[in-house]
């Protein structure tokens, strides 16, 4: 069976040229132009794989809000934002709010299909792993469920999307062992720049700050990449 994207963007010659290419790589493609319509679409079906433009007609941040919106469906949809608008804040913003991916428009389609490929990759990979016993790991006050791909921290929840999810479950592996970022990218099944693991990093540790402020379970080991605090466990 085919898998399913989603496109949405608003700019009918750039939508259409999107999903012709999606199409001859063998994808099914719905496309949407504007968030109101997408949402009303996707709440009755989600697709493998959601493609979003940040600036959605009227609405200059109208991708974002519709990722919140997603995020809220399914925790482990996998959502790419696809823009022509590539400053760091963008990208952060996006990441924090529960993007797998950041790219712009001036990236090769080739490019963008390999990070889609990795993305339907590794959700393949977790829909095998819910049907296999629950596998915990715990390090201290730390609890990875890796069948159902949940976190705990001193027994309160921790909501990962599933790039987070596996990056720290690379770390949290080998306590004190450094792992690079390409390291954190390949337990990722994703493609990645520096600046965007970076962000994503960034984003786990704030949300385990946000239920323990003196969290200090991932220390970054500077030129090299980041490690898990050996005295967690």
Request: with cysteine; aromatic share 8%.
């Amino acid at each position: 069976m085919k898998k399913h994207l989603v496109l949405i963007e608003d700019e009918p010659a750039i939508r259409d040229n999107y999903r012709a290419a999606f199409e001859r790589r063998g994808y099914r493609v719905s496309a949407y132009g504007d968030r109101a319509s997408a949402y009303q679409a996707l709440q009755q079906e989600l697709p493998d794989l959601a493609i979003i433009d940040v600036g959605l007609g009227d609405e200059p941040e109208g991708g974002f809000l519709l990722c919140q919106d997603l995020r809220q469906l399914s925790m482990t949809l996998p959502i790419i934002f696809l823009t022509a608008r590539d400053s760091d804040i963008d990208t952060v913003h996006g990441l924090r709010l529960g993007a797998d991916d950041y790219v712009t428009k001036d990236m090769s389609i080739d490019h963008l299909l390999a990070r889609i490929t990795a993305l339907l990759r590794r959700a393949d990979a977790w829909a095998e792993a819910l049907q296999k016993p629950d596998e915990l790991l715990r390090r201290g006050r730390l609890t990875l469920n890796v069948d159902r791909m949940t976190v705990a921290w001193n027994d309160q929840p921790i909501d990962l999307t599933v790039t987070e999810f596996w990056m720290l479950h690379s770390l949290v592996r080998h306590p004190g062992h450094v792992r690079s970022r390409d390291q954190l990218m390949e337990a990722a099944s994703t493609v990645l720049d520096d600046n965007t693991v970076t962000s994503h990093i960034k984003r786990i540790r704030r949300k385990f700050q946000q239920v323990d402020d003196r969290f200090d379970g991932i220390q970054t080991a500077y030129g090299m990449g980041y490690r898990w605090n050996a005295h967690e466990v």
